[in-house]
Nanobody, 118 residues
Framework: QVQLVESGGGLVQAGGSLRLSCAAS????????MGWYRQAPGKQRELVAG???????NYPDSVKGRFTISRDNAKNTVYLQMNSLKPEDTDVYYC????????????WGQGTQVTVSS
């Protein structure tokens, strides 16, 4: 069974940086997309960054230019470099992976807390 485990969250001052990691284990063959979502209490989960197996990336305007997603297929790991953090970036961040096709499946990590103080 696929398991996604996030790490790297924590408490930082505004303007600081964090690097999140998501390690996938189990049956990780042919993930078409991996990425990061975030969710604050009472809010909808929203996309932070996504990356396809072809290297295409997707960022919302709120993080574009500050966050960078990367993927190491050999290690089944996705990273999120978060720079110039703002208090509004405070959220639980969730790793995401999807396998498309006949055996399409979505997978989610348990989340890692990111807190940015002013």
């Amino acid at each position: 069974q696929v398991q996604l485990v996030e790490s790297g969250g924590g408490l930082v001052q505004a303007g600081g940086s964090l690097r999140l990691s998501c390690a996938a284990s189990g049956s990780t063959f042919s993930f078409n997309v991996m990425g990061w979502y975030r969710q604050a209490p009472g809010k909808q989960r929203e996309l932070v960054a996504g990356i396809s197996n072809g290297g295409s990336t997707n960022y919302p305007d709120s993080v574009k230019g500050r966050f960078t997603i990367s993927r190491d297929n050999a290690k089944n790991t996705v990273y999120l470099q978060m720079n110039s953090l703002k208090p509004e970036d405070t959220d639980v961040y969730y790793c995401y992976a999807a396998r498309w096709g006949a055996a399409a499946r979505d997978y989610w990590g348990q989340g890692t807390q990111v807190t940015v103080s002013s």
